[in-house]
């Protein structure tokens, strides 16, 4: 008799792990079909940092306008621009969705000067990322 019970409870037990188990991997799969399925449309996103400009105030504030192109296959909102790493402030209004083959210059619509950001001087080299929304990011190099 205690055989029996046994073997009730095991049976039992490994009916309730199988259900937990499929459950479990339906939930994982779900999640992980939204992953890779944003992946592939951060694939398909194609920045283009085409200019920039360097300006200067009084010799000390320095700005930069920056002009970007999507050259991808799908429209993508900017979400940061770094310059040499230092994340500069987000304008406002905010960056508008950029449609495919449009072009934008950041921050360039209210101030004549551009996006104030960290000091350089004449002649060095500067690196621009710009990022999306959906992760990715263009590098780009330029002389001030």
């Known amino acids: 008799m205690a055989n029996l019970t046994m073997l009730i ?3 039992f037990l490994s ?24 992946k592939g449309l951060a694939n398909q996103e194609r920045i283009s940092i085409e200019n920039v ?11 930069y306008k920056i002009y970007v192109r999507n050259v991808g296959a799908i429209p993508f909102t900017i979400s940061s621009v770094y310059i ?5 402030a987000t304008p406002s209004p ?11 210059c950041l921050n360039c619509g209210g101030s004549s000067l551009g996006w104030q ?5 004449h002649g060095n ?3 621009i990322k710009v990022a999306t929304l959906r992760g990715t990011v263009a590098t780009s190099t330029w002389v001030s």
């Open 9 to 11: 409870i095991v049976v």
């Open 15 to 38: 009916a309730l792990l199988f259900t937990w188990a499929i459950t479990s991997f339906g939930l994982y799969q779900g999640g992980a079909g939204f992953f890779f399925s944003s």
């Open 53 to 63: 400009y360097f300006n200067t105030v009084s010799g000390t504030t320095n700005f």
């Open 84 to 88: 040499n790493g230092t994340l500069l």
């Open 94 to 104: 905010p960056l508008p969705l950029l449609n495919v083959t449009q072009s934008i």
């Open 117 to 121: 950001g960290p000091t350089w001087v």
């Open 125 to 127: 080299v500067q690196t």
